[in-house]
């Protein structure tokens, strides 16, 4: 069980984790909704090719990225919710320009200002877990935050694929207006301020540099970041591509809402699980199992490629083990990032959030676009990518992984 909570957020632990899930999941809805429309997008705005409508989902990630920069510290420095209702107010603006974007160039900006938007609920929902919970409850909640959020992506693509039977892609827009403004009011009705002002480190460049000097210093932090980045690298990989893999590779039209979805879940059922055993097994050595499983699955599945045609059903089951897999690393491999960083938490997630998200997002990008009409990039990615994070938590933990 978790422990009681620090009274200064205002509201009970059941509460608290539903929002903080709520908070996170505008990210995953601001993307999985829209992969339904891509195609249509690309159409109507006249996008260059295929591959180039997935940088409608990579700009959310490189504006995240750009964002955490200055809403970390800023967190730090004035408090939570300021940042919390700034980078709710640059979303709305950003989901304006979708909105009446007239050009595939207008949509693409507004992505963007959407994803600087979505920073400031990203870092908070992370500093906030932070200043209340460390160590192993700290992930055990985040675990169950994640089980919440991903309910999101599970029925995102639906709600988009509803939308589009019903009224123009740019309806999707209006629907994650409605959804932010809705949190926003929650947040404002609801939670109190965390982090009181005793405990806030003055915004200034020396104070930056020196919490990003403790940051980047720290091997535990350093080490599972980059961990962090190149195994979501392969997801955003997977993520740019689900769309084209389902629905031109396989010829499932709109099935592909109920193949994301069913994945989605399955991974909501793998945060569950391990929120229930993270505290008596422990992040590390959770982590480093989830990782090497799926370094080796997709090694196998790879070679499959030179020794049968791939079907629908031998993707389903590989992406199914590989989804499991990464419901015991989104909390517990952020959950080790930070958990040195307590005293920093705000400009320690910004600069976790933005090296990730800037390295996952790069990597994930280049992944999407090798998409050849085969899962070859997108096994080799995992492949690959994995292996490198397997041995940098080596170098992390110094080989003592099971200890």
């Given at each position: 069980?978790l422990?009681t909570?620090?009274t200064?957020?205002?509201?009970g632990?059941k509460?608290?984790t539903v929002?903080?899930?709520m908070l996170?999941s505008?990210?995953?809805?601001t993307i999985d909704?829209?992969?339904p429309?891509l195609?249509?997008?690309?159409t109507?705005l006249?996008a260059a090719s ?6 409608l989902?990579?700009?959310?990630f490189?504006g995240m990225?750009i964002g955490?920069v200055?809403?970390g ?5 004035f408090g939570r919710?300021p ?5 709710f107010?640059l979303?709305?603006?950003g989901t ?8 595939f160039?207008?949509?693409m900006a507004?992505?963007l200002i959407?994803g600087l938007g979505?920073a ?11 200043d209340m919970?460390?160590?192993a ?8 935050v ?6 999101v992506p ?5 709600l988009g ?7 123009s892609?740019?309806a999707?827009f209006?629907?994650?207006f409605v959804?932010?403004?809705?949190v926003?009011v929650?947040i ?5 301020e965390?982090?009181?002002k005793e405990?806030?480190i003055?915004?200034?460049a020396k104070?930056f540099?020196e ?6 210093s720290n091997?535990?932090?350093v080490?599972?970041?980059l ?13 740019n ?5 389902f629905?031109v590779?396989?010829d ?8 994301f979805?069913g994945?989605?879940l399955v991974?909501g059922?793998s945060?569950?699980v391990?929120?229930?055993i993270?505290?008596?097994f422990g992040t ?13 699955l997709?090694l196998?599945?790879?070679?499959l ?6 079907r629908?059903?031998?993707f389903?089951?590989?992406?199914s083990a590989?989804f499991f ?18 005293h920093v938490a705000g400009?320690?997630s910004?600069?976790i959030g933005?090296?990730s ?7 994930g ?5 090798m998409?050849?009409?085969t899962l ?6 995992f492949f690959?990518?994995?292996l490198?994070a397997l041995?940098?938590?080596?170098w992390?933990e110094?080989?003592r992984i099971h200890s």
């Amino acid at each position: 069980m978790l422990k009681t909570m620090n009274t200064s957020s205002g509201i009970g632990a059941k509460e608290f984790t539903v929002l903080v899930a709520m908070l996170m999941s505008i990210v995953a809805i601001t993307i999985d909704a829209l992969l339904p429309a891509l195609g249509i997008i690309g159409t109507d705005l006249q996008a260059a090719s295929e591959n180039h409508t997935q940088l409608l989902i990579s700009l959310i990630f490189l504006g995240m990225a750009i964002g955490q920069v200055v809403c970390g510290p800023m967190s730090d420095a004035f408090g939570r919710k300021p940042v919390l209702f700034s980078g709710f107010a640059l979303y709305l603006v950003g989901t304006l320009t979708c909105y009446f974007a007239p050009t595939f160039e207008w949509l693409m900006a507004g992505r963007l200002i959407q994803g600087l938007g979505v920073a400031g609920p990203y870092i908070s929902s992370v500093s906030l877990v932070r200043d209340m919970f460390k160590g192993a409850q700290m992930a055990r909640l985040m675990s169950l935050v994640m089980m919440i959020f991903m309910l999101v992506p599970a029925i995102a693509p639906a709600l988009g694929q509803g939308i589009l039977m019903l009224w123009s892609w740019q309806a999707i827009f209006v629907l994650y207006f409605v959804y932010a403004l809705f949190v926003l009011v929650w947040i404002a009705l609801r939670l109190k301020e965390t982090l009181p002002k005793e405990r806030r480190i003055p915004f200034t460049a020396k104070g930056f540099f020196e919490g990003f000097k403790e940051v980047v210093s720290n091997r535990i932090t350093v080490g599972y970041t980059l961990c962090s980045g190149l195994f979501f690298g392969a997801f955003i990989g997977y993520l740019n591509s689900s769309r084209q893999i389902f629905q031109v590779q396989f010829d499932q039209g709109e099935m592909f809402i109920a193949y994301f979805g069913g994945l989605s879940l399955v991974l909501g059922f793998s945060s569950m699980v391990n929120s229930r055993i993270v505290e008596k097994f422990g992040t590390k050595l959770i982590s480093f199992y989830a990782i090497l499983t799926i370094a080796v699955l997709s090694l196998v599945f790879l070679a499959l490629h030179w020794v049968v045609d791939i079907r629908l059903w031998m993707f389903v089951i590989y992406a199914s083990a590989l989804f499991f897999c990464f419901g015991f690393l989104f909390g517990n491999v952020n959950a080790m990032a930070m958990e040195p960083m307590g005293h920093v938490a705000g400009i320690a997630s910004a600069v976790i959030g933005a090296s990730s998200s800037i390295l996952s997002m790069t990597i994930g990008t280049l992944i999407g676009q090798m998409y050849n009409n085969t899962l070859i990039p997108i096994a080799a990615g995992f492949f690959v990518l994995c292996l490198l994070a397997l041995m940098i938590m080596f170098w992390v933990e110094k080989g003592r992984i099971h200890s």
